[in-house]
């Protein structure tokens, strides 16, 4: 890369994106399938946690049932997404995130790649908000439940 061409961002994806993405939620969905495009053109996969995905697959499941949850996760098996497996190290950094910043146990997942990886989180969770500085946020529009 040559000083005059711009830095390539990296994405995460929280599981309320992904959940977005699936769901086809108004607003957010076609940010999420936005973002994803690029980094396929970019050959830069977005980025999620292993335990993010866990979230996706159980509320997917939860509230579909499990003959959707496992199609979704078909499709979401073609998407560019690299999914990062949650190591010790790894794990370790994201419970000092739920404790320094009352995140949920996944989001400290979500919040602690972003950060390792130098990323944007993706997400329409405002709680995020709460790790300031440290972590980028890339805000989608928030689902409003019926």
Same mark, same amino acid.
């Given at each position: 890369?040559?000083?005059?061409? %711009?830095?390539? $961002?990296?994405?995460?994806? !929280? =599981?309320?994106?992904?959940?977005?993405?699936?769901?086809?939620?108004?607003?957010?969905? =076609? $940010?999420? $399938?936005?973002?994803? #495009? #690029? /980094?396929?053109?970019?050959? &830069? %996969?977005?980025?999620?946690?292993?335990?993010?995905?866990?979230?996706?697959?159980?509320?997917?499941?939860?509230?579909?049932?499990?003959?959707?949850? &496992?199609? /979704? #996760? +078909?499709?979401?098996?073609?998407?560019?997404?690299?999914?990062?497996? /949650? *190591?010790? *190290?790894? +794990? +370790? $950094?994201?419970?000092?995130?739920?404790?320094?910043?009352?995140?949920?146990?996944? *989001?400290?997942?979500?919040?602690?790649?972003?950060? !390792?990886?130098?990323?944007?989180?993706? +997400?329409? *969770?405002? #709680?995020?908000?709460?790790?300031?500085?440290?972590?980028?946020?890339? %805000?989608? %529009?928030?689902?409003?439940?019926?």
């Amino acid at each position: 890369m040559t000083s005059s061409q %711009p830095r390539l $961002r990296r994405f995460v994806l !929280d =599981a309320n994106a992904l959940i977005s993405l699936l769901e086809n939620r108004a607003g957010a969905a =076609a $940010r999420v $399938r936005s973002l994803i #495009e #690029e /980094a396929s053109r970019n050959q &830069r %996969p977005v980025l999620l946690s292993a335990v993010n995905w866990g979230e996706v697959f159980y509320i997917a499941w939860r509230v579909h049932g499990e003959a959707q949850a &496992r199609e /979704a #996760e +078909t499709k979401l098996r073609q998407l560019p997404i690299m999914v990062i497996a /949650a *190591d010790l *190290d790894r +794990t +370790t $950094r994201a419970a000092a995130l739920k404790q320094k910043h009352n995140l949920g146990y996944g *989001d400290s997942f979500a919040a602690e790649l972003a950060i !390792d990886r130098s990323a944007w989180l993706v +997400t329409a *969770d405002p #709680e995020f908000a709460k790790v300031g500085k440290a972590l980028s946020l890339y %805000p989608l %529009p928030r689902h409003e439940k019926s």
